[in-house]
């Protein structure tokens, strides 16, 4: 059994990667928008919003996953234990529904529309919630039973 | 040496600080008003103010409020930015008793900015007639610009929004999101409009590529139509408005998204205007008029743009047409203001935007 301050790194390893590829397919879902529009967007251009979105927007992304996980994971750890085969099904989904779940409910709370950009379509959101599923998935990794050693 | 000069540079600023303070009073003239949006000043005394939740309501000469509603206002989408939102004289509103409304109608579904033109009889709207309707009609309840101005040929300007979830579209001149139009007053499309003629373009439009446009006013005098905009996180701006120019939402702006992210890594492009000044962090500007009255003579020509974030009146000085600094003023009320018009006694009123809204009115303290 991990114990609890284990269980939080990994509880906050799994956020800190969801969030910083939320953040990264953020950046790139409005400079593709922008792109449209005729914007240029050279590759030192991409890589310095991309850096500001990390350091400006993830934090913000960061509350939100926090949000979602803190009932999707320890929901998908129950439910993989009664489902063993289906372990990384389930904190795939895990991940993508908290993720859903928060933007869904910061959107109708919040007085603006929509609160992330990217969530504006349904390829950003599926971004977004796959960020959640692979944030998830490596909670999963850290988690995963040590098979005991043989003597 | 250097500590005396501070002190007397203190002292100055104290001083000047302390004029303003004694400068003018604020008296409420009306209370009671639920969200109040517009003002305008009938010919009588009277004055009319919208209420975003659907009414026009008359505030009579006494200052008292009629309890009866205008009746046969047009019913529009109430929630959240929509409602019913400015109410303009027509300039030969003496004879002919006409108004303008602007409004968001359609559903939470599918929903944009209308203009209506009535005549106002006997507290009651009649001949009601839609003008103009933005399209497209898109889904949420935000950003719809709703200010309008008369140009000297009569014809008049209505500032839109860009709905917040369609940013990308105050660049797409087929359509009226994030845009400025200009109509004639019955309608139709002037002549002369900037986009007119050319293929697959909404042909009202006379600017583009704003956000959230909730000021605009013509400075008869230099022959300057000025608008301001909401920008996101800091970027609002006021802009010299001219026909056919691209303002640039969202491909150059001084702002970032709510939630931090980046909206676009440029403040400046090539073809893309740039604002006069921009407020960053946001002050939230909500309507915009240039003081010509008599009872301030410091204030003359310049603008005033009441804030919403920053709960104050920005005094936009300009000198010769150029700016010449900026005040922040009536930031005692600690109120959002929503609305800042010079009346025709010299005084300025304001409109305090929450539900128990107030009319106010700025006078010479002596």
Known sequence: MPSKSRTLLHFLLAVLLTSVLGAVLQ??????NLQALGAPIPLMVRLHTTGLDLLGFSPTFAVLVICGFVFALPLAVRLARNWPAGRWLVFALAGALAVWSALTLANALLPMPTLIAANRSLAGTAGLMASGSLGALLFAMLRRPVAPAQS | MLKTSRALLLLGLLGSSLVHAMDYRIETVTSGLEHPWSLAFLP???????????????????????????????????????????????????????????????????NNTRLAKACLVDGQLQDVQVLFSALPAKKGAAHYGGRMAFLPDNTLVLTLGDGFDWREQAQNTSNHLGKIVRLNRDGSIPKDNPLRGQAGVAE?????????????????????????????????????????????????????DYSGAQISPYTELPGLQQPLLHW??????????????????????????????????????LHNGKLAGQEVLFEELGERIRDVRGGPDGALYLLTDNAKGRLLRVVPSQ
Not at chain 2, 226 to 243: A, K, V
Request: aromatic content about 10%; proline content about 6%; cysteine-free.
């Open chain 1, 27 to 32: 950046t790139q879902f409005n400079l593709a």
């Open chain 2, 44 to 110: 009588d005394g009277r004055m009319l103010v919208t209420e975003r939740v659907g009414r026009l309501r008359i505030i009579e000469q006494d200052g008292s409020l009629n309890p009866q509603p205008v009746g046969g206002v047009p019913k529009g989408f109430v929630a959240a930015q929509a409602g019913l939102m400015e109410v303009m004289l027509d300039p030969d509103f003496a004879s002919n008793q006409q108004l303008y409304l602007s409004y968001a109608y359609g559903t939470a579904e599918a």
């Open chain 2, 204 to 256: 009202e439009i006379y600017s583009f590529g704003h956000r959230n446009v909730q000021g605009i006013v013509y400075d008869d005098q230099l022959k300057r139509l000025y608008s301001h905009e909401h920008g996101p996180r800091g970027g609002d701006e006021l802009n010299l408005i001219e026909p056919g120019i691209n303002y640039g939402w969202p491909l150059i702006t001084y702002g970032i």
């Open chain 2, 280 to 317: 960053t962090p946001s002050v939230a500007p909500s309507s915009l008029t240039q003081y010509r009255g008599a009872l301030f003579p410091e204030w003359q020509g310049d603008l005033f743009a009441s804030t919403l974030a920053e709960r104050s009146v920005r005094r936009i000085r």
